[in-house]
């Protein structure tokens, strides 16, 4: 099989020239056409001697993703659905904003982590993604929509890997993504409007800080090990105690101060007055240091096989001023998208069933993600 290049960062696409024989500043002019350029043909890369096009043509590709399904929301929001092969598919979430262009990107078909309140989570894990599979939803994306508005200016200032997946229970496919995405010479996204959120795999945690230090999001929804580890079971490997020490370790390598906690609000499961005092128990101790942290409190976006709700708007609101009057800061996420299935956590891209791609288009299964605006 022919290498693909979208799954090399530019050191290894560097070596990549090399072996082929090239200087290894090429490789910045071959990338900045993948990357900055949208081409997938080498014979449209004008500036690189035909030796080289010939030889890239012979060795390697540009194999972006298949689209399945595009699904726009009368907020501006867009969902992709892209499919991964043998039954399984993605979604990206595209979320426009005044200041900003934030894309939710997928890390893994599936989620073997299993949290109760996620879909994602029900539908259990298939497979990681591929890094080449993780930017070609970048590359998608941008280039799409550039040429939809018809601009060569950047769209997407903000990438969140919180579609699908537990980015860190991916790490090796990852990091090169997540290096193509903060070159100069890819897509230029600064470090701290780049966020990877987390379940709280507390060994990658320091990995990702040493590796590719970027903005950091723990899903923490509960703040005893007791209910943590009913709604994050991950919790009963790596608890409360070992996920702060992570989290403070990573505040040294941070680009940002603080690290934002993902709170979902399950109504009579985590919402009490006394789950507030819990967070704020651990995050700001007596006689301990605080953690310095933003909260992001989400409303669940039901889904039948749940059996969960949402709190009422009356209750996140109390929630989040009892947080706000010990001194911390705190959002209620808004919903995006929600008339096209996209918004945070519903029937997160469950795996399709088994049969070619044209019959599941047919069928017209309503697939989605959760989807945040950061
Ligand atoms: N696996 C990573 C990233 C993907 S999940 C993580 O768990 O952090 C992205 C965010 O969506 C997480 O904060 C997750 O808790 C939240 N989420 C999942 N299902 C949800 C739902 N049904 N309603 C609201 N938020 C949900
Ligand atoms: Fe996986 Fe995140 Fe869903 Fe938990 S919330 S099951 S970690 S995708």
């Known amino acids: ?69 595009r699904q726009n929301s009368k907020d501006g929001t867009i969902k992709w659905l892209f499919d991964v092969g043998a039954g399984n598919a993605v979604e990206t ?56 508005r018809a601009t060569h200016e950047r769209v997407i200032s903000n990438v969140v890997m919180m579609g699908m997946g537990e980015p860190l229970q991916n790490f090796t496919a990852l990091v090169p993504a997540l290096k193509v995405m ?29 590796e590719a ?18 709604l994050v079971p991950i919790n009963k490997k790596y608890p409360l105690v070992e996920l702060r020490a992570a989290c403070e370790a990573y505040l040294r390598v941070a680009p940002r101060d603080f690290i934002t906690f993902e709170y979902c609000m399950l109504d009579a499961v985590n919402d009490t007055d006394l789950h507030a005092q819990h967070i704020l128990d651990w995050l700001l101790p007596k006689g301990g240091n605080p953690l310095s942290a933003k909260i992001n409190l989400i409303p669940f976006n039901p889904f039948p096989a749940s059996g969960l709700f949402c709190s009422s708007p009356e209750r996140v609101k109390a929630f989040a001023k009892i947080l706000h009057n010990a001194g911390l800061v705190v959002t209620i996420r808004k919903t995006r998208g929600d008339d096209i299935d996209a918004a945070c956590g519903q029937l997160a891209g469950e795996v399709l069933d088994r049969t070619d791609v044209s019959s599941r288009m047919q069928k017209q299964r309503i697939i989605s993600l959760k989807k945040v605006a950061v």
């Open 93 to 148: 979430v595209f979320i426009p904003e005044e200041d900003r262009g934030t894309l939710c990107i997928s890390s893994q078909a599936g989620c073997a982590v299993g949290c109760i309140f996620c879909s994602t989570g029900h539908q259990g894990f298939s497979r990681n993604l591929s890094s080449a599979e993780i930017i070609a939803q970048l590359w998608f994306a941008e280039h799409t929509l550039r040429s939809e």
């Open 182 to 210: 903060l070159s100069d010479h890819g897509y230029g996204i600064s470090r701290r409007r780049l966020t990877v959120s987390t379940s709280g795999v507390v060994p990658m945690i320091e990995r990702l800080g040493q």
């Open 213 to 230: 230090p970027v903005a950091l999001a723990v899903s923490l929804h509960a703040a005893v090990n007791e209910l943590r580890n009913t």
């Open 1 to 69: 099989m022919l290498v693909n290049l979208l799954d090399f960062d530019l050191e290894h696409l560097s070596e990549y020239c090399e072996s082929l024989g090239e200087k290894r500043f090429r490789a910045i002019q071959l990338f900045r056409w993948i990357h900055q350029r949208g081409a997938k043909n080498f014979e449209d890369m004008t500036d690189l001697a035909k030796s080289l096009r010939l030889s890239l043509e012979g060795s390697c590709t540009i194999t972006p993703l298949n689209v399945l399904s």
